[in-house]
């Protein structure tokens, strides 16, 4: 349940003072210093630039609400809390300089009769005093086929406007007791509301085969997705149609195909109303993710925008409470930008010379005339800090920390490297050395990341972090199987090529221990979902190369994940993306856990809804039943991503410990 609270508390907020800052050291626990959870969860600017508005945790899987003067002055207001149970405080925003929208999170039992435990949003406004909450969502069924959107999406923030917003909403048919007032509207639709009032007018009509629209930031909606479905069983078929709407229309015409599972087509993310047009992610001619323009007055004009010859564009630069589009992301050895706005180009080059130890820099958020910018910047060694840069006084204020626990510890470099695969194939990856380490016969973990549509990139990583602390040399393979590269390195997942993937992750331990890196002898692997899995199914490649395995939240049996699926509109969807055939049982590690001899060590909430905690205990049976050496970790009420401070701290905790234990380290 959230509550409101009169009291201020500080909580785990570090306001940055001017004092020098000490020398830098390991800290006296290691695991509550790297597992504690970061201290700004989301932030946003007020539309003058005057306040901030922070979300910070609290013990177990609180989370508080907190405004404070932009200027570095004053102690955060409390304004609203959630208790965890189920309710946690997801992100806020403003929508005037007194009222802000925030997005509560929670997992629970859904309304079918098999009471499967699925994940909801909900939007509430609240007065920065705590004062007059409003919850925006409507009811909606608690079922993962509106999980998507649960309680709603705020589609434009209306900043010419005193407290309205655009929301898209879920309608669904229902009868109110006790009259005979029956609203059989179904779908999704978008409404305009008062968040102070609850006052609304209806601007899109629900729409049963809706689910997505985007405005043009000014209070029009001119692009709308509709989702097919397959057959008459529901389930959706990958099909993505979308539509839009010319300035002087109400008409919907077609504006593009994508199909989710092969990643084709041109996928809309933002509508630039003075060009009138919407931007979007289409392959290129070298099969990677470029940016593109297709022109909203009926010609349907494409143009490509921005592509890198090497990877993929994944991000697209947004600026002001309009969201204008000023440039995009791309990572190849460093996250990058490349900015269209000249004036914002200029800043960035600016904001680098003044920053010079903090190359991630991250507009997060501005005041209605752009004024006033708050923006992120953090490294490899800097988690990072928030601040407020005013170019009127052409000023930069520092603000907060993202983790004030480890400021002055002194935190290892991430360096990127490649390593020959057994075919031949340069493999990309980071490597992370223990400070002040020779690099030489250290004990050594491969960490391949999750997904496997993801990649690991250069920065700060609290899990790596940790490793290198306690002394292990940590090496994080890009694969084959991983995103940002182009469909050719994609191939067909790192499930369906699940041999190319795993091969290239052994091959990331073999390069350590070629390069005098690693111990032969103190080899382990660490992975967290997709990167469980290829923990474990590293062993049934090669039993002999990692002598310890850690797999948090890890996919074990891809048939049963497929299975998982079923009563979810998205089990086509699922299904075709991990395939069928021999590589179900093949690619399976609990299903060849007789291969595995190395010691497992297994952690998994146990409502984790990314993968089902099944998964973990059916590796944990098959691993006892073949005899193994074994032991499954739970962490009750805790999902995918393990948010808690007790959590984290504890695994980190029982995972160097029984680490140190399997490779004989003293």
């Known amino acids: 349940m959230f509550r409101i609270f009169s009291a201020c508390v500080f909580a785990a907020l570090l306001l940055v003072s001017a004092a020098d800052p000490a020398p830098a050291a390991a800290p006296a626990d290691p695991s509550a210093a790297f597992g504690a959870r970061e201290s700004v969860l989301s932030v946003s600017l007020s539309p003058s630039g005057?306040?901030?508005?922070?979300?910070?945790?609290?013990?177990?899987?609180?989370?508080?609400?907190?405004?404070?003067?932009?200027?570095?002055?004053?102690?955060?207001?409390?304004?609203?809390?959630?208790?965890?149970?189920?309710?946690r405080l997801q992100r806020c925003g403003w929508v005037s300089e007194t009222r802000l929208v925030c997005t509560i999170y929670m997992i629970g039992p859904s309304a079918s009769a098999d009471g499967q435990v699925v994940g909801m949003t909900r939007l509430v406004a609240i007065d920065t005093d705590g004062k007059n909450v409003k919850l925006l969502s409507r009811s909606v069924r608690p079922d993962d086929q509106y999980v998507s959107f649960g309680g709603g999406a705020i589609i434009d923030w209306l900043p010419d406007s005193d407290g309205s917003v655009l929301m898209a909403r879920e309608y669904v048919p229902e009868a109110r007791a006790g009259t005979r007032m029956v609203d059989k509207r179904e779908g999704y639709g978008v409404d305009r509301i008062h968040t102070a009032t609850l006052d609304s007018k209806v601007i899109e009509l629900a729409n049963p085969r809706a689910t997505r629209y985007l405005s043009d930031g000014r209070g029009t909606v001119r692009v709308?997705?509709?989702?097919?479905?397959?057959?008459?069983?529901?389930?959706?078929?990958?099909?993505?149609?979308?539509?839009?709407?010319?300035?002087?229309?109400?008409?919907?015409?077609?504006?593009?195909?994508?199909?989710?599972?092969?990643?084709?087509?041109?996928?809309?993310?933002?509508?630039?109303?003075?060009?009138?047009?919407?931007?979007?992610?289409?392959?290129?001619?070298?099969?990677?993710?470029?940016?593109?323009?297709?022109?909203?007055?009926?010609?349907?004009?494409?143009?490509?925008?921005?592509?890198?010859p090497q990877v993929d564009v994944d991000g697209i630069v947004r600026i002001g409470r309009r969201g204008r589009v000023v440039g995009v992301t791309y990572a190849t050895e460093h996250r990058e930008a490349a900015y269209f706005d000249t004036t914002l180009a200029a800043l960035g080059r600016s904001l680098s010379k003044a920053l010079p130890g903090l190359p991630l820099i991250h507009f997060v958020d501005s005041s209605v005339d752009e004024s006033k910018?708050?923006?992120?910047?953090?490294?490899?060694?800097?988690?990072?800090?928030?601040?407020?840069?005013?170019?009127?006084?052409?000023?930069?204020?520092?603000?907060?920390?993202?983790?004030?626990?480890l400021e002055n510890v002194a935190l290892a470099t991430m360096k990127p490297v490649t390593y020959k695969a057994s075919d031949g194939t340069s493999v990309p990856g980071y490597l992370t050395l223990p400070p002040g380490s020779t690099g030489k016969g250290l004990p050594a973990i491969v960490m391949p990341h999750g997904g496997p549509s993801a990649r690991d990139e250069w920065g700060f990583d609290w899990l790596v972090q940790f490793y290198a602390s306690r002394g292990y040399a940590?090496?994080?393979?890009?694969?084959?199987?991983?995103?940002?590269?182009?469909?050719?390195?994609?191939?067909?997942?790192?499930?369906?090529?699940?041999?190319?993937?795993?091969?290239?992750?052994?091959?990331?331990?073999?390069?350590?221990?070629?390069?005098?890196?690693?111990?032969?002898?103190?080899?382990?692997?660490?992975?967290?979902?997709?990167?469980?899995?290829?923990?474990?199914?590293?062993?049934?490649?090669?039993?002999?190369?990692?002598?310890?395995?850690?797999?948090?939240?890890?996919?074990?049996?891809?048939?049963?994940l497929v299975e998982d699926s079923a009563g979810f509109t998205n089990y086509r969807v699922v299904k075709n993306f991990i395939g069928t055939g021999p590589h179900l049982r093949e690619g399976s590690p609990a299903q060849n856990a007789a291969r595995i001899k190395a010691p497992v060590l297994l952690f998994h909430g146990d409502v984790d809804l990314n993968v089902p905690i099944a998964q973990a205990r059916k590796m944990q049976d098959s691993l006892k039943g073949a005899g193994a050496q074994s032991e499954l970790i739970v962490y009750p009420g805790l999902d995918h991503q393990l948010d808690n401070t007790f959590a984290r701290t504890d695994m980190l905790r029982r995972s160097d410990a029984f680490l140190r234990k399997a490779l004989k380290i003293q």
């Open 474 to 560: 940590v090496l994080q393979p890009n694969y084959r199987g991983s995103s940002g590269y182009g469909e050719g390195w994609y191939q067909k997942n790192g499930f369906q090529s699940w041999r190319t993937a795993i091969g290239d992750v052994n091959d990331a331990g073999r390069w350590l221990v070629s390069q005098g890196i690693a111990d032969p002898g103190k080899l382990a692997i660490v992975g967290w979902s997709y990167g469980g899995y290829a923990a474990l199914q590293s062993q049934v490649l090669d039993p002999a190369l990692f002598k310890a395995v850690v797999a948090i939240a890890p996919v074990t049996d891809l048939a049963s």
């Open 224 to 308: 709308m997705a509709s989702a097919q479905i397959s057959d008459a069983t529901g389930y959706e078929s990958g099909r993505v149609d979308y539509y839009y709407r010319t300035k002087a229309s109400r008409d919907w015409k077609p504006l593009s195909t994508y199909y989710t599972v092969r990643d084709e087509g041109f996928y809309p993310i933002a509508v630039d109303p003075e060009l009138d047009l919407a931007y979007g992610y289409k392959r290129d001619g070298g099969g990677r993710q470029a940016l593109y323009s297709m022109a909203l007055d009926g010609s349907k004009r494409e143009a490509l925008v921005f592509a890198h």
């Open 373 to 405: 910018l708050l923006l992120q910047a953090g490294s490899d060694t800097d988690p990072g800090r928030y601040y407020i840069f005013d170019k009127g006084t052409k000023q930069l204020n520092e603000l907060m920390l993202v983790r004030p626990e």
């Open 50 to 87: 005057r306040q901030l508005a922070f979300i910070s945790p609290g013990p177990g899987q609180t989370t508080f609400l907190y405004t404070v003067d932009a200027a570095g002055g004053g102690t955060p207001r409390e304004t609203l809390s959630a208790d965890g149970k189920p309710e």
